[in-house]
Nanobody, 122 residues
Framework: QVQLVESGGGLVQPGGSLRLSCAASGSIASINRMGWYRQAPGKQRDLVASITSGGSTNYNDSVKGRFTISRDNAKKTVYLQMNSLKPEDTAVYYC????????????????WGQGTQVTVSS
């Protein structure tokens, strides 16, 4: 079983910054991908950014140039540095992890954190 524990959300003014962290524990394959999704009230959950164990990154167009995803493989932790925050970034942010199942040559089940609220408001 995999557990994801998020931290770092909160209230910030427009133009401000926040850093989210997500620590993973449990059975995690050496090849994996971690990332952040967000869900605003009444909207679907969307990918914000993801990073593979090899360091490849993917960003939602709406956050490119403002958010940076990184990870510490030794600590099994992924970070999301969010700069120049906008009111439209307000959402619950969820950490996500998938392990690659080498024997089956496919990505395994999705694991999610409990979510952390980010509110951008003056």
């Amino acid at each position: 079983q995999v557990q994801l524990v998020e931290s770092g959300g909160g209230l910030v003014q427009p133009g401000g910054s926040l850093r989210l962290s997500c620590a993973a524990s449990g059975s995690i394959a050496s090849i994996n991908r971690m990332g952040w999704y967000r869900q605003a009230p009444g909207k679907q959950r969307d990918l914000v950014a993801s990073i593979t164990s090899g360091g490849s990154t993917n960003y939602n167009d709406s956050v490119k140039g403002r958010f940076t995803i990184s990870r510490d493989n030794a600590k099994k932790t992924v970070y999301l540095q969010m700069n120049s925050l906008k009111p439209e970034d307000t959402a619950v942010y969820y950490c996500h992890l998938q392990s690659f199942q080498s024997l089956l040559y496919r990505w395994g089940p999705d694991y999610w954190g409990q979510g952390t609220q980010v509110t951008v408001s003056s």
